[in-house]
């Protein structure tokens, strides 16, 4: 202890000063998470704040599907009306219906109704919520300091403001531009892709037209998914609510995301990016791991995974699947829990679950199979292992764009590809020397950084629930109308005074010029009359 | 070592990581300071860099005020066509012209032309730098890794151009907006207030119209101060050159802000906030200020400075300000170069120079009287003493706005306040306690902060030697026209589409229309002649 006490006085010679860190212990935390893979990243988060030794309750539906118990926090269970088998057949409809054949126009609403699976689901689950009076009376009693929730669904949002309690967001994109539109972060539509729309931050001029169309339909998604809310809300707190003024109360907005893996674009000061919390360092390998990996000689491993959401591939394209993978020298480490294809080639490996992350640390990892979800995603940045991307939902096609754009993997589109098409991909990462290049390259950018992500959302929180907030970094535009915000009104003001100048200066000439001539005219004419 | 290495490993217990440093030696730093108040927030940097084992090199005109020798960096010199006398005789004009008495419409001419006696020394000194082929030699031949500027005053700018360095710039505030505008950061005219205005984050109508119509200056001020730059630009690399280009090259940007001061805003990536880099450990005081501290008895002190630049003032004003500081009871150490007025009273200790930083972390500092300029300001906020503001020039005006509207102090027109106008004052900041309060919570929330804004700082300009820059934070929005950027094009576009469908549905009604009924028309005309 009096060690780390004497290298934090070298602070002047470099060492990064450790504010107020240990002083602030049993500060009173309620988190409110998002089931599913959402929490894989709160949860590490919420890890380390019990460890500095906060109080943290999780508010946990009884019925969930990753939300465990832990040593790191009480969970406050709440009722649902549905059982463990409606949400594992809700999550499996979810997952697989991924693979059902579209069309271009049918894909928008057969993602829209996949979606709603699972978010109607989780509505439900808010409901029972906010009308569980026990629950209610528990959290009001319970005098918490901060309110920790992923915003994405706003139920942590209505509960915030009905416990009166400052919050912070753990967010990573979807609803789309949600953190910008809430936080009057400026977004503009020239050069940064709406999501969805699998642009890079360099369009075309065809591709800018489509970008601002699509920029109009993120308010109908807002309010698609947040009406019935707004009902919930109101009811509650006894009083008609309007979900963005209650989302603008957020503190602290902590982002999934860096500028290695994002296009640079404008921000607000209370955002705080956290991109790669989840790239830890490598653990050490099971036995069983440790001796697949050793087993692949020279050539090395492929690491395949297509997240915890998708359990099972239709038998054809699984089968598709397995040929490609027989086609390269690699071993492949395929997670996957359906039954298996029979044309399995001797180099892959079937599991039901693998350590992604030290796989991909290892030295003999070649390319990495991903389904491009943002965790992953940052594994393989962090770990510099190229990818071979086959997004499925959500956000996944624009990650694996920005990973495309930079020249660090490739796309393809699991439900039109080939099995030459994905053999020819894997043998383009692993081979190419650019692709590893570039992979390293963004991995060297986005671990050299003033301070681990980990460490700043733990900062974040612990500041805002020290100065039960943080309103200094809230911007004035909050309290304008939208049309003060785009001074249109001061431009109206200005274009009235120009105007009515302009207006009265050529009344004054047109009366100036009928008194002038007129009169001549007048003249004249009396002139000419009396000459008669 | 082997105790800072064990603290390093501690990082998941919640200490922060030191990434990377103490690899980065023996990078070479060219950097190209902007003589004056701006180079000591600059020299502390350069100095910690030096600690880490940088090489540095400050680029010297050999007539200059600050840029002194240094155990730090190497000073590489280069002749000006002006001697020592002419340098202080224009920072003496520049100092006193403040207290010239200026009616409403004469203040701005006033102020540009004041401004324009220094700016313009700097300019022949920039002229001759890159005129002078000694000296550019020896910088072409010295492979620096990166170039440090104030880019208040383009040279650095121009340089880094013509050596192909990337650079770090660290700026403050003047010319106003130049880094929103360069790095193309939206800044809503609606809520962020232009400079000299003195307007906060939260307007009149009024207000927003003036402020609007502010923002038109901001390119006029570009332009007076920049064009001829750009011929010299051009003439040393032998192109036509934009400036605006030349600065969007910059890969960071080191404001001198932090938002406990400033207001809330849009920023961009690759602007790093270090406001407070100077708010160091309070340090020793020597015997003679112990002394005056320790006799000023319950009522303590008040700290009386106005900054670098100003050397005297009017004999009138200073025997006001004489009378003021006699009504109050506390001890006041002013610092004041001048003729000493005849009427100071025992409380009143003239002091050639004083330990600004020191004397404000005393318990015993009750009020800090200043010129507001960010130096100053921020010690203010760091030792967090209440504060009576004379600003004099440049962003002191607003920066005094800023610390009245949060409550933490007074601002007074130094030109036209009275005696008992200051005493009033005075007795205001020590007696009401809101002011200390204020202070105190700005205190505590600029100070709790991640990392330490000078490490920051360092963390950032060894980021750019390493990897030659930061173009993963350089926004699509530079690649963009102004008419590209806003859309306007797109809006054209699908504009033209919408009134040529609208045009020819009517075109299409229309002909319709007339072969209907024309047709009626034609046939109830031959209907007509055929029964007649």
Known sequence: MACLHHAFQKVSAGVFLLVLWGEVVGDKLLVVPQDGSHWLSMKEIVELLSEKGHDIVVLVPEVNLLLKESKHYTRKIYPVPFDQEELQTRFRSFGNNHFAKRGLLSAAPMEYR???IVIDMFFISCQSLLGDSATLRFLRESKFDALFTD????????????????????FRGFPCSLEHAISRSPNPVSYIPRCYTQFSDRMTFPQRVANYLVNYLETYIFYLLYSKYEDLASSILKRDVDLPTLYRKGSIWLLRYDFVFEYPRPVMPNMVFIGGTNC??????????????????????????LGSMVSEIPKNKAMEIADALGKIPQTVLWRYTGTPP??????????????QN???????ARAFITHSGSHGIYEGICN????VMLPLFGDQMDNAKRMETR???????VLEMTSEDLANALKTVINDKSYKENIMRLSTLHKDRPIEPLDLAVFWIEFVMRHKGAPHLRAAAHDLTWYQYHSLDVIGFLLAIVLGTVFLTYKCCAFGCRKCFGKKGRVKKSHKSKTH
């Open 114 to 116: 996949n979606n709603m």
């Open 151 to 170: 915003p994405a669904l706003p139920c942590g949002v209505i509960l915030a403001e009905y416990l009166g309690l400052p919050s912070v967001y753990l």
């Open 280 to 305: 830890k360092e490598k653990g050490v390998l099971s036995q069983e791991f440790e001796a697949y990996v050793n087993a692949s000689g020279e050539h090395g491993i492929v690491v395949f995974s």
């Open 342 to 355: 029979p044309n399995l080639a001797k180099n892959t490996i079937l599991v039901k679950w693998l350590p």
């Open 358 to 364: 030290d796989l991909l640390g290892h030295p003999k």
């Open 384 to 387: 510099g292992v190229p990818m």
């Open 407 to 413: 020249g660090a993997g490739v796309t393809l589109n």
